[in-house]
């Protein structure tokens, strides 16, 4: 078995039929790949929804378990896995036709730990309608190290696990498996993969549609759950930094990587959780959970470290009032009369 695509289930009756159908639309014989659904104790449709995909196809293997959130049942389909490499898929998501063979037989072909590709990202409400992208002419992969695609292809707010095929052995080697029960599981798995990995490659074309329908309410929806749950992924990532015998130049990547994410935890806290309280419990929850994350690339790290570990009441509280008062009220006041005077003197 070459390919095994993990595919959890969880309320996504409208999305899940076509995702199925775009694997299935790959031009992979099916003695050479498995597809594992992993019902999350789904309370829609779901299942029905799909249940003549699966009548069809018999390499299509079916875990039912109570709902235990997108970590265990990425792991539990690990867990059961056969091929030789491994895919992720978001089950509101798609593949771009007859995309993922030839990035298949580029692993199979060299036993890369990793091979990453492109994705496209397409919003919910012009999914239909929008073109998806289309294959080069010409499919050729750049054989990298751990070390060069991480410096150069792997954005801190692009840590998406969909967009890689994971030998399976590299990953049961270095027992590299999703932390369970959180949110936010994507970043420390990918540094991991990434901090531990040997040979790699880099496919430069789309074969992953993305679908950004219900990634707007991961904001709007953030709570006290949700944030500490973030605070955990940091932490868990945060560890990284202490591999021995690993490149300086990823260490400091990993550090800027985590002071992204660090700083999107605060603004969303700042701006979604009311309660003061709440904000301080969770500021301290993380500095509890890891009391020697400091930063000391460029004046801003340096400034937000210091605030972070001497007065990290002060720095919630602060980034609190910047946000309120400058960020929403006098900012926006401040770019309209800007704009004022400038169509004033364009006249």
Not at 158 to 172: H, I, N, Q, W
Request: hydrophobic content about 40%; some cysteine; charged content about 25%.
């Amino acid at each position: 078995m070459e390919l095994s695509i993990i595919v959890p289930i969880y309320n996504v009756e409208q999305y899940v039929h076509a995702c199925l159908e775009s694997i299935f639309r790959q031009g992979i014989e099916k003695n050479r790949f498995e597809v594992i659904l992993v019902n999350d104790g789904t309370k829609d449709k779901s299942m029905e929804a799909v249940a003549d995909i699966i009548a069809s196809h018999p390499n299509i293997t079916i875990i039912n378990q109570e709902n235990q959130g997108l970590s265990l049942a990425r792991n539990n389909g690990l867990a059961v896995a056969k091929g030789e490499y491994i895919l992720f898929v978001d089950s509101d998501d798609m593949l771009v036709d007859n995309s993922l063979n030839p990035l298949l037989e580029c692993a199979i072909a060299s036993r890369a730990d990793l091979v990453m590709a492109d994705y496209h990202e397409i919003k919910d409400a012009v999914f239909g309608s929008s073109p998806l992208p289309s294959m080069p002419e010409r499919m050729e992969t750049i054989e990298k190290s751990a070390e060069q695609m991480y410096l150069e292809d792997l954005a801190p707010w692009a840590c998406y696990v969909f967009r890689t095929l994971y030998r399976k052995a590299f990953l049961d080697e270095n027992n590299i498996r999703f932390i369970p029960g959180i949110t936010y599981e994507d970043q420390p798995f990918t540094h991991e993969c990434f901090l531990k990995a040997k040979k790699c490659l880099r496919a430069p074309w789309p074969f992953y549609v993305y679908r950004v329908n219900r990634q707007a309410a991961i904001t709007s929806s953030f709570n006290t759950k949700k944030a500490k749950d973030m605070c955990i992924s940091i932490a868990k990532s945060w560890e990284l930094t202490h591999l021995q015998g690993t490149d300086p130049q990823m260490i400091l990547k990993l550090k800027d990587n985590i002071f992204s994410h660090f700083k999107i935890m605060t603004l969303l806290l700042v701006h979604n959780i009311s309660d003061a309280s709440d904000r301080l419990r969770i500021i301290d929850f993380l500095q509890e959970k890891v009391p020697d994350m400091r930063f000391s690339h460029g004046h801003k790290q340096r400034v937000v470290s210091f605030l972070f570990q001497k007065f990290p009441h002060c720095f919630i509280r602060l980034k609190y009032w910047y946000g309120k008062y400058w960020e929403n009220s006098l900012l926006p006041l401040y770019h309209h009369k800007i704009k004022r005077i400038f169509r004033r003197h364009s006249q």
